[in-house]
């Protein structure tokens, strides 16, 4: 690596004027559109960059100060790398950082309907993330250049200063502001990401959503997030489900629940009812005498258990429904009905707790 000293020809007391008028001479002979030359060319970029360093007081002090010699390496700043270089003999050097970053994991919100539910489904999402740009495929530079060692720090990422302390003089250490503690510059960033490695689009991606999932559930794809800086490796992407309101049928566990309404004449009678469920038809008896609130349950037509085998089951409260209105015939045969019958005026019955449960569940519609 040149010193910039040497590439402006000046010596390390010049002055910033001095600095500057050895740069103006350089710039009017290397420049090329006085001098075409390959050679020339370089000089130029080189005599340019030397300036840029030289001529920042701030970046001159951290040139200068990183030229210097360091005692045993250099502390890590702290107490410890003090004890670590005195009695340790490692000398507390740490690598610089890697511009290769993870990427963030990202949240979703999936939506799906109760009928999805019960076997599991397959959809594709579609996802707006962070992907690895093309055109400089995540090394952060234009296509055709490449990453040069900081002229500040050496490429060590850091930076050593003298500081006076109980034990004498001693060197600390801090991340190098010129590259940031990466002990490496981008000359020429990638004009697509500005440098990232990385640019934003929207990507669709195939997801198996298990059966048995429920609202508030979330399914982790590792590798599928975002990706990280410098092109590095993805984070997770979680999809939190939410299972969708059904007119109809609703959940208790891996159990589906309805209600099915029957006529008083059914339930007095008895009958055979067919409805359509959320896989297939489904056939129940009404058994003569059945009453309200009465639960017929349909095994194994509930939801596939997660992370198991099996089935819930399909569970139908039935609600016996009185008509409201009548004409004089059938007014006639209820009353005839009734006098047969021999029917006992309402009263009070002994508690049954079985009773009193259905009748709760069911106007909780659990």
């Known amino acids: 690596m040149a010193d910039h000293y040497e590439v402006l020809g000046v010596d390390r007391s010049?002055?910033?004027?001095?600095?500057?008028?050895?740069?103006r001479r350089l710039a009017r002979e290397l420049h090329p559109d006085v001098n075409p030359g390959a050679d020339a060319a370089d000089r130029f970029k080189d005599v340019t960059h030397a300036y840029d360093v030289l001529s920042d007081p701030k970046r001159k002090q951290e040139y200068d100060l990183g030229d210097q010699a360091g005692f045993g390496?250099?502390?890590?700043?702290?107490?410890?790398?003090?004890?670590?270089?005195?009695?340790?003999?490692?000398?507390?050097?740490?690598p610089p950082r890697s511009r290769t970053e993870r990427g963030q994991d990202a949240l979703l919100r999936v939506e799906v309907e109760l009928a999805d539910v019960i076997f599991g489904t397959s959809r594709e999402v579609e996802v707006d993330t962070a992907v690895v740009c093309k055109t400089c495929g995540g090394s952060c530079c234009a296509p055709g250049t490449d990453l040069q060692t900081c002229d500040i720090?050496?490429?060590?990422?850091?930076?050593?200063?003298?500081?006076?302390?109980?034990?004498?003089?001693?060197?600390?250490?801090?991340?190098?502001?010129?590259?940031?503690?990466?002990?490496?510059?981008?000359?020429?960033?990638?004009?697509?990401?500005s440098g990232q490695g990385r640019v934003r689009a929207r990507r669709k991606i195939p997801?198996?959503?298990?059966?048995?999932?429920?609202?508030?559930?979330?399914?982790?794809?590792?590798?599928?997030?975002?990706?990280?800086?410098?092109?590095?490796?993805?984070?997770?992407?979680?999809?939190?489900?939410?299972v969708r309101h059904h007119d109809v049928f609703s959940r208790?566990?891996?159990?589906?629940?309805?209600?099915?309404?029957?006529?008083?004449?059914?339930?007095?009678?008895?009958?055979?009812?067919?409805?359509?469920?959320?896989?297939?038809?489904?056939e129940v008896e009404i058994k003569p005498g059945t009453q309200s609130a009465e639960?017929?349950?349909?095994?194994?037509?509930g939801i596939t258990h997660l992370r198991g085998s099996?089935?819930?089951?399909?569970?139908?409260?039935?609600?016996?429904?009185?008509?409201?209105?009548?004409?004089?015939?059938?007014?006639?045969?209820?009353?005839?009905?009734?006098?047969?019958?021999n029917a006992v005026p309402p009263h009070l019955s002994q508690f049954q707790q079985g009773l009193f449960q259905k009748l709760r569940d069911r106007f909780l519609n659990i």
């Open 14 to 23: 010049a002055t910033p004027e001095e600095i500057k008028k050895a740069y």
């Open 252 to 282: 208790n566990g891996d159990d589906i629940l309805a209600t099915l309404e029957v006529q008083m004449t059914d339930a007095i009678l008895g009958t055979r009812a067919v409805f359509e469920s959320l896989d297939g038809p489904v």
């Open 73 to 94: 390496g250099g502390f890590g700043g702290g107490f410890g790398d003090i004890f670590e270089t005195f009695f340790g003999g490692g000398g507390g050097t740490r």
């Open 310 to 341: 099996g089935r819930g089951d399909l569970k139908v409260g039935v609600q016996v429904l009185t008509p409201t209105k009548l004409n004089g015939k059938a007014k006639d045969l209820i009353q005839e009905l009734a006098r047969v019958q």
């Open 153 to 193: 720090c050496g490429g060590s990422g850091l930076i050593q200063r003298s500081v006076r302390s109980l034990l004498g003089n001693v060197m600390t250490s801090s991340p190098c502001g010129t590259c940031r503690g990466y002990g490496t510059v981008i000359p020429h960033p990638c004009q697509t990401c």
């Open 207 to 242: 997801v198996d959503i298990p059966a048995g999932v429920d609202t508030g559930l979330r399914l982790q794809m590792p590798g599928q997030g975002e990706v990280g800086q410098g092109g590095g490796p993805s984070g997770d992407l979680y999809l939190e489900i939410k």
């Open 295 to 301: 639960v017929i349950t349909v095994k194994d037509r």
